[in-house]
């Protein structure tokens, strides 16, 4: 279960995905996911859906990778379509059963609202399959640059996020590692109530918080050996550069933009 979450992850490959500056990317993925929330009828879900595919086989990606990411979420994005599916209100009443009522309306809200988050969650692998660590820490340092003269620190901020996000599939590697030892010694994660299984819980979280802050401290011993100084002053082995293609992939991200909010106000309702 552990080994088929993917976020974090970094896909390497030499697509026109991923040689786009990372500042595209960020830019990119925020201007599609408010065009995923714009989106109200079935045309819109669709074109959506076939932007997604195009721009995982633009990145070469294998498809399952990148749906693969909709796992971790799997349970939330099923309780989401249930809770529309029967607490939705509505007029037109498909079936009904005691105090149990499924109505059309609340069916179509739960599998809109079921689609946006798997689209949601693609868009966001795709950013980070196709982005290194280092160069997706420069990308959001630079973004968050203009923020500093109001005294937010950009480069800490760039570099939590990185490094939290770097560290995800270590950690559920380290946690897979734990399960495993503790399942040989005789422990049992899947019996007994609530409150059992939260305790059985204990000799997992204990080894992986030691884990974590035993690899966190050596992470900043290594960054203190190697004289590791960010923000002002600090050279960069690449420079981030706007090439066309950035231009190119902001004027595709514009188009579906428009094109979503041309569907939502423009054409009216389809379903």
């Known amino acids: 279960m552990l080994g088929n979450i993917t976020l974090g992850q970094y896909y390497p490959g030499n697509s026109f995905v991923h040689k786009l500056d ?23 879900y669709a074109a959506l859906c076939g932007m997604v595919l195009f721009i995982v086989a633009l990145a070469r990606l294998p498809f399952l990778l990148v749906l693969k990411s909709v796992k971790p979420l799997l349970f939330i994005i099923l309780l989401t ?17 005691k105090f149990i009522r499924v109505t059309e309306e609340g069916l179509q809200m739960g599998v809109k609202m079921s689609m946006r988050l798997i689209l949601l969650l693609m868009l966001s692998s795709i950013l980070t399959f196709t982005t290194s660590p280092i160069v ?3 990308g959001i340092e630079s973004l968050l640059r203009p923020f500093k003269r109001i005294g937010v620190p950009a480069h800490e ?5 990185t490094i939290a996000l770097r560290f995800i ?37 204990i080894p992986l918080f030691i884990s974590a802050f035993r690899r966190a401290d050596d992470l900043a011993i ?14 960069r082995m690449h420079c981030l550069r706007y090439s066309a293609n950035d231009g190119a992939a902001f004027a595709f991200a514009f188009v579906m933009l428009a094109l979503l909010a041309f569907l939502r106000w423009g054409a009216g309702r389809i379903v």
């Open 157 to 161: 901020l760039a570099m939590m996020m």
């Open 222 to 235: 290594a960054m203190e050996a190697r004289c590791y100084k960010g923000g002002e002053g600090r050279t």
């Open 136 to 138: 997706l820490t420069d």
């Open 169 to 205: 599939p270590t950690l559920l590697e380290e946690t897979d590692r734990i399960i495993k030892a503790q399942t040989a010694r005789g422990a049992d994660f899947s019996s007994g109530n609530l409150l059992q299984r939260a305790r059985n819980m204990l000799p997992i979280l």
């Open 81 to 97: 379509l249930a809770m529309h599916i029967f607490l939705g209100q509505g007029e037109q009443i498909l079936y009904q059963w």
């Open 22 to 44: 990372p500042r595209t990317k960020i830019l990119v993925t925020l201007l599609l996911i408010t065009a995923i929330f714009l989106a109200q009828s079935a045309v819109a």
